[in-house]
């Protein structure tokens, strides 16, 4: 299993309650943005194109649990930037767990080894570190030699000292499936819990516009990735956004799923759109309904999304919203280990 036994019924649970009260936004994943500045300059980011005087700015712990409370999400997913950089992080990441809130912080890994004793392991702690492929790939990616073996040493010390450790990697349109498969393979034998994947997202400031992947494109590529899939293979995926990659399953957008608290607000309407923040995460609710997101929709930038950020949720909605859910979940699992 990809996450612990006690994370799955509490996220299980929360999204079975909000199904049978009728409710149909409500958020799985709140992701935060404590801050911008980043140690890296990724190809394909669009997060850290702000000038100065908004990178030197730090997110205070408070307003970072104040937003957990708000709504009510029973996961958060610390990014930015670079959320080791951020002075209060191992306060902020204490508080979460205090709160009994499920915390994925995503590092780069860069300066883990010099952070690490700053942290404990904790069930409600994850370490997701980003690893974009291969040696090759990754440094490559992140525009940086010996960034790859920076984060493999931060991993290994990390499941060396109990943390609980995924990966996430971001796939671009010049992956080569084989060197993606054995990459999965080096990432397990880590030690790590799982690894995520998603297509990268087109944002409209990243350095190489020419990395990203159109629908059809996405599609093939994870067909040939994902085909026969390795018995030693864990995702930190439900088995249909997995299929979904695939092109075996359709959804809609669940831009609420994963609503995106940053230094400057509630970022509407969704985590990679930015049309500005709201206040209030109600007032982001209400400020959504004004959309028509997802590859069906009208809005350009969503044409060719699959990411994990708007689809995942889709994807556990489905497993709990109806008894053909829970069957389809169990078939995609099956289909996919076969």
């Not at 009728?22 to 404590?34: A, D, I, Q, S, T």
């Not at 997060?47 to 997110?59: G, S, T, V, Y």
């Not at 690490?116 to 940086?144: A, C, E, Q």
Request: hydrophobic content about 35%; overall charge positive.
């Amino acid at each position: 299993m990809a996450v612990p036994v006690s994370q799955a019924l509490t996220v299980a649970k929360y999204a079975l309650s909000n199904e049978l009260k009728g409710k149909k936004k409500y958020p799985l994943v709140m992701m935060l943005e404590p801050l911008f500045q980043c140690n890296l300059a990724c190809s394909g980011c669009g997060k850290i194109q702000e000038p100065p005087e908004i990178l030197k700015i730090r997110m205070p712990k408070e307003k970072a649990w104040a937003a957990i409370e708000e709504c009510g999400a029973p996961m958060v997913s610390i990014a930015g930037g670079e959320p080791l950089l951020h002075p209060e992080m191992p306060e902020m990441v204490q508080g979460f767990i205090d709160r009994k809130k499920f915390v994925y912080m995503c590092t780069n890994a860069q300066i883990l080894l010099g952070k690490i004793d700053l942290f404990k392991p904790s069930k409600y702690f994850s370490l997701g570190v980003h690893l974009d492929g291969t040696k090759r790939m990754h440094d490559r990616n992140v525009n940086r030699e010996g960034a790859y073996d920076r984060a493999v040493a931060a991993i290994k010390e990390a499941v060396k000292r109990g943390f609980r450790v995924t990966t996430n990697t971001t796939i671009f349109n010049d992956a080569d499936p084989e060197e993606v498969r054995g990459f999965f393979d080096d990432v397990m034998a880590m030690g790590v819990e799982g690894m995520m994947i998603s297509p990268g997202f087109p944002y409209e400031k990243a350095p190489n516009q020419d990395l990203f992947l159109e629908r059809k494109k996405t599609v093939e590529l994870f067909r040939k990735i994902l085909c026969n899939p390795h018995k030693n293979w864990v995702f930190n995926h439900s088995p249909g956004f997995l299929a979904f990659l695939k092109g075996e399953q359709e959804y809609d957008c669940t831009p609420w799923g994963t609503p995106c608290y940053s230094i400057k607000g509630w970022q509407k309407p969704c985590y990679l759109i930015n049309d500005g923040y709201c206040k209030t995460f109600a007032e982001l609710l209400e400020a959504i309904d004004g959309y028509d997101l997802g590859h069906r929709g009208t809005r350009p930038e969503c044409k060719d999304c699959m990411l994990h950020s708007g689809y995942e949720a889709s994807a556990v909605r489905d497993i709990f919203g109806t008894w053909g859910g829970i069957f389809r979940a169990a078939k995609h699992a099956y289909n996919f280990k076969k």
